[in-house]
Nanobody, 125 residues
Framework: QVQLVESGGGLVQAGGSLRLSCAAS????????VAWFRQGSGKDREFVAA????????YYTDSMKGRATISRDNARNTVDLQMNSLKPEDTAVYYC??????????????????WGQGTQVTVSS
């Protein structure tokens, strides 16, 4: 079992930066594939970024490439998402999710059995 808790959300002006953090419980967290998803008001949940257990592989949605960096510290059981040059369309609740056995379908939320409660990111224009 893995429990996830997100933090770091808030209100920021367009062009600003935020660093989200996902803290996990569980001794085997280092083996989990972790992703960030987001869901804007009235929108479907969408994939943002993901990272493998060893950090050897990272993945980003096209709209965040060059603006976001996902990283993890397995000693601290955390996965961070640094977001820069934020835009109003980045406004959403951001969730981290974890899976022990990721597949090539890692961009789909239904691949992840463990989810955090979410953290709100609001970007003002």
């Amino acid at each position: 079992q893995v429990q996830l808790v997100e933090s770091g959300g808030g209100l920021v002006q367009a062009g600003g930066s935020l660093r989200l953090s996902c803290a996990a419980s569980g001794r085997t967290f280092r083996s989990y594939f972790v992703a960030w998803f987001r869901q804007g008001s009235g929108k479907d949940r969408e994939f943002v970024a993901a990272i493998s257990g060893s950090s050897s592989n990272t993945y980003y949605t096209d709209s965040m490439k060059g603006r976001a960096t996902i990283s993890r510290d397995n000693a601290r059981n955390t996965v961070d998402l640094q977001m820069n040059s934020l835009k109003p369309e980045d406004t959403a609740v951001y969730y981290c999710a974890a899976a022990a056995f990721p597949t090539s379908l890692y961009r789909l939320g239904n691949q992840y059995p463990y989810w955090g409660q979410g953290t709100q990111v609001t970007v003002s224009s």
